[in-house]
């Protein structure tokens, strides 16, 4: 292979994602044209001159160097995973791994745009922990052309979107083939017709992602713009979506001979995955549905995200009567006794099909996202076990974690006496060197202030206590709870001795009004002369400005209304990065924040106590008094209280303590293994049902 064929090769397995030097390399071929592609190697490949990117310094040194060390780190059999078997005990064989696991989205890279947000980022960190760590792990989703939506603002703070269809030859995917060398065509049932999809393949390390699409000119044209858009359109093409996932993506593991030992759907969206598993089991074995569904039951875990009813995909009787052939053919079941496996109560004709209740039902492994969304889980869902009292209702909870290594910047890596692969293998606590640390901390927010500058031309202060509030614009997130009283604001901004900024990011789905008038908000109190390059809003949220913002601010803010937020896992990157959390206490920090330990210095900050108010209106202002609270008393004297050398000990010290603390807790390495206890449950057919 010559060098160049080598980068081809490491530009098409997403290891380049997590791993800073294959980056810097691609970066140096092209600065520039690296940029355009939104750092997507393979685009950056197919457009460089092969003899341009050979006269780089170097280059066939290090693409042969990092080509062999891809390939050993593919070839690895000193995983975490292979420590696991038992002497003699042979690997799993490709086509039979442990587990399928199942999501709508995957936010691996900024490149490869099939995720809208932290359900999608989790899976992505959820793979790449699989592959360092070993586990054989198949994934299935869907290639959406455009996407979910490129976002940007005008003026007035109007969020646009537009959907730029992906060349898929310019993405690190390839399609998959039959054992005749043949394109692979999954066809799957849909009302009066059979919609044909097509396999591609990412690979992530280890771990082969399927991704199917619909845009084949053997599907007429409304059916393939089926897997256009992540999230786009009306009910039908949601629930068309999640056939197209759940029954498809079976099929397509089946027509690549692939037959996992276990199943994890991530959420409710590929429940449909249960029922054609089902009908497999009934044609090829003769079984009863019920029978069946004993069987299929004990394969399967199912991963809840969503602690708000109205979060769950509901669909009306006619349309679930409209998919009823397609979704429920040869079960033998009629329209009533389908529509009661969606259903809470069994009496209740009115009530519309919900996909997690069909997981529910599907699952002996059940389980949400954090300690406290276990037992919201437990209570919202506690009528499916009447005969049950709530604290025996079968749900538990895995709490979510981040992937330490695409998260953590190197350079605060490189204070840690561990390595970030090694966080969460065992019990030990990373170690930072609090004077280098704080020199990190320094330049990272250093580049985020002229990352924001390059990008849209603000002139932070480099110096400023630095606040960044970024995610999904969900509105039970309360992306304007800071901006409730402005004037108390302005003089916590405008202090001149003790300058605070705030940057936001983040996209509102393109259905939610409410989510589009908080960006507009933000917008509008940005250009406030008051508030005058002290507060930011960077359009374009996406994993790339997330890592700049998790690597470069001072503080994490997290303000969502308790406890409506399953996990949250943005403040995680954060804390790992030594950047301390000001959160209210639900999801994962309800849980972090409470087992910190009181010997050492806090992790940081609650708002609150962790309790719920009567009202949303009370909620909203008792928690906005005590996060300007904690802001003034706190965080802005801690940030700014400086010994002679300007080292700031007290914040230094919460820096650590907040590595310490939340990094081998709070990781993929962690959760991933907590998961593969369930995949070996539910892989050798062991009922969890007590
Ligand atoms: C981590 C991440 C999130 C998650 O945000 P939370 O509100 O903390 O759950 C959302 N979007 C992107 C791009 C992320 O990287």
Redesign the pocket.
Same mark, same amino acid.
């Given at each position: 292979m010559t060098p160049f064929e080598k980068l081809q090769d490491i530009a098409h397995n997403l290891r380049w994602d997590w791993n800073p030097e294959v980056r810097d390399l691609f970066q140096e071929l092209d600065p520039t044209l690296w940029e355009q592609v939104r750092h997507n190697p393979v685009a950056l490949l197919r457009r460089l001159d092969r003899t341009k990117v050979e006269r780089v310094a170097d280059v066939t040194e290090r693409a042969e160097r990092l080509w062999q060390e891809l390939h050993d780190y593919l070839a690895a059999d000193d995983t975490w995973y292979a420590g696991t078997r038992s002497p003699g005990e042979e690997p799993a064989p490709l086509d039979r791994p442990l587990v399928a696991y199942f999501c709508a989205e995957y #936010?691996l890279t900024e490149c490869l745009r099939i995720?809208s =947000? #932290?359900l999608g980022?989790?899976a992505g960190d959820h793979l790449k922990s699989a592959s360092d760590l070993g586990i054989p792990l198949v994934a299935v989703g869907l290639l959406y052309r455009e996407g979910y939506f490129q976002q940007t603002v005008d003026p007035s703070g109007r969020q646009r979107e537009t959907f730029p269809a992906a060349d898929f030859q310019d993405l690190p995917v390839r399609t998959v083939t039959g054992s005749g060398g043949q394109l692979l065509r999954i066809p799957v049932p849909f009302p009066g017709r059979t919609v044909m999809l097509r396999v591609w393949q990412a690979d992530v390390g280890r771990v082969p992602l399927y991704l199917l699409d619909a845009d084949l000119p053997e599907n007429d044209d409304e059916d393939r713009l089926l897997t256009a858009r992540l999230y786009g359109g009306a009910q039908e093409t949601r629930i068309s979506q999640e056939a197209l996932l759940g029954i498809g993506g079976y099929r397509a593991l089946r027509a690549m001979g692939i037959t996992p030992r276990a199943f994890h759907m991530n959420e409710g969206h590929s429940a449909f995955l249960g029922l054609e598993l089902v009908r497999k089991r009934m044609e090829e074995e003769g079984l009863s549905f019920e029978e069946a569904l004993a069987v299929v039951r004990r394969q399967m875990v199912f991963t809840t995200h969503t602690p708000v009813p109205a979060g769950h995909d509901r669909f009306p009787r006619h349309l679930m009567e409209t998919f009823f052939e397609s979704a429920a053919g040869g079960l033998g079941l009629d329209l009533d006794r389908f529509m009661r496996l969606g259903r809470v109560d069994a009496s209740e004709s009115g009530e519309p099909f919900t996909m997690t209740v069909l997981a529910i039902r599907l699952a002996d492994q059940v389980n949400g996202v954090s300690k406290l969304h276990g037992h919201v889980t437990r209570e919202m869902w506690q009528d499916l076990w009447p005969e049950r009292p709530l604290e025996d209702v079968p749900i538990g909870h895995i709490t979510n974690g981040?992937h330490l290594p695409s998260w953590v910047h190197r350079h605060v890596a490189a204070t840690l006496d561990t390595d970030l692969d090694r966080i969460g293998l065992d019990h030990r606590q990373p170690e930072p060197d609090l004077e280098r640390l704080w020199a990190v901390r320094e330049e990272r927010r250093r580049r985020l202030i002229s990352y924001i500058r390059e990008h849209i031309g603000a002139r932070l202060d480099q110096h400023a206590l630095t606040i960044a509030f @970024? !995610? !999904?614009f969900a509105t039970y %997130?309360r992306a304007t709870l800071l901006l409730g009283d402005l004037d108390r604001l302005q003089r916590l901004l405008c202090d001149e001795e003790r300058p605070v900024q705030v940057i936001f990011a983040?996209k509102a789905h393109p259905q939610d009004e409410g989510g589009k008038a908080l960006i507009r908000r933000i917008v509008e109190v940005s250009h406030d002369e008051r508030f005058h390059d002290r507060i930011v809003f960077v359009p374009g949220? =996406? &994993?790339d &400005? @997330?890592r700049e913002l998790v690597q470069g601010a001072d503080v994490w803010l997290?303000n969502?209304r308790r406890p409506m937020?399953a $996990? =949250?896992? $943005?403040?995680m %990157?954060a804390a790992a990065n030594g950047v301390l959390n000001v959160s209210v206490l639900d999801g994962w920090w309800d849980e972090a924040y409470r087992a910190a330990t009181a010997k050492d210095a806090p992790i940081g900050w609650a708002i609150g106590e962790g309790a719920e108010a009567d009202s949303i209106q009370a909620a909203d202002h008792q928690d906005e008094i005590r996060l300007f609270r904690i802001l003034e008393e706190q965080v802005v004297p801690t940030f700014y209280d400086r010994d002679a050398s300007g080292f700031p000990q007290a914040w230094a010290e919460r820096m650590a303590a907040s590595i310490r603390e939340i990094a081998p807790v709070f990781t993929t390495h962690r959760m991933v293994r907590e998961y593969v206890e369930r995949y070996q449950r539910a892989a050798t057919g062991a009922s969890h049902v007590t």
């Open positions: #936010g995720y =947000g #932290g980022v989790l981040v @970024a !995610r !999904r %997130k983040g949220h =996406g &994993i &400005i @997330a997290n969502p937020e $996990s =949250g896992t $943005s403040g %990157k």
